[in-house]
């Protein structure tokens, strides 16, 4: 049996600055931008060599908001969002799923980025709050899982930066309390997905559309003590 050790480490340095402004009739705007810097290396004990990569980020985001009254409120925002890719996407030692399939990582993976686009409407009354957002969302440089057949009957699995994903979506959030004992909560959230990537010169496409809900339930029987119950569906 082949044993080796690896030595994963990463390092995010970060800085962020934030503003908020009121304007008249109950205009206000909240902004902010945070820059990022990672940086990761890896190293093996034994038959593969060191890596290590670095990468600069900027993201922003800002949110426009107007209170219709007291308990209504309209909001525009855009967010910039970072995913770095997870260790076992990075990880260069070649895992064996079986006789047939084995897998290695890219320690050269970008973060993807996102970028969303949201219009929501949030309404609190007392014991009920609800909140509806219509959101356009585009997504760059998602890690994408390849495989091909590199010997007879033996298929590898490699992760890249190539895929561009848009989509539209609709999420509802609501919740309410019933005579201060019984807390209820749910969620939907339908919305389209659309990505594009090439792949050894090939185009590739995938569309659907998707849905998923919660559904979260909170007791209180006294005395510090709480029933919960959670239910999720994708």
Known sequence: ALNNVFQYNQLVTAAYVSGSFNFKNDWGVLSGLRYEMTN?????QNYYKSFDNSYNNLVPSVTISKKINMFKTIKLSYTNRLRRPDVHKINTNTEIS????????????SPSNS??????YTSFKPGLMTSFFLYYKAKFDVVEAYTTLIDNNIFETNYWNTGDNHSFGFNF???????????????????TYN????????????????????????????????????????
């Not at 990761?40 to 093996?44: A, L, N, Q, V």
């Not at 959030?173 to 919305?191: C, E, H, K, M, Q």
């Not at 185009?203 to 979260?216: A, C, G």
């Open 195 to 234: 990505m594009n990537t090439t792949i050894n010169d090939v185009d590739i496409f995938r569309e659907s559309i998707n849905y998923k809900y919660s559904f979260n339930a909170n007791i209180k029987l006294g005395k510090g003590y709480n029933l919960e119950s959670r239910a999720f569906f994708r």
């Open 173 to 191: 959030y609501g919740s309410t309390t019933l005579r201060d004992i019984l807390t209820l909560r749910g969620s939907f959230d339908l919305y």
């Open 40 to 44: 990761i290396f890896g190293d093996y």
């Open 98 to 109: 079986d006789l047939n399939n084995i897998s290695r990582g890219n320690p050269l993976l």
């Open 115 to 120: 970028h969303q686009v949201e219009l929501g």
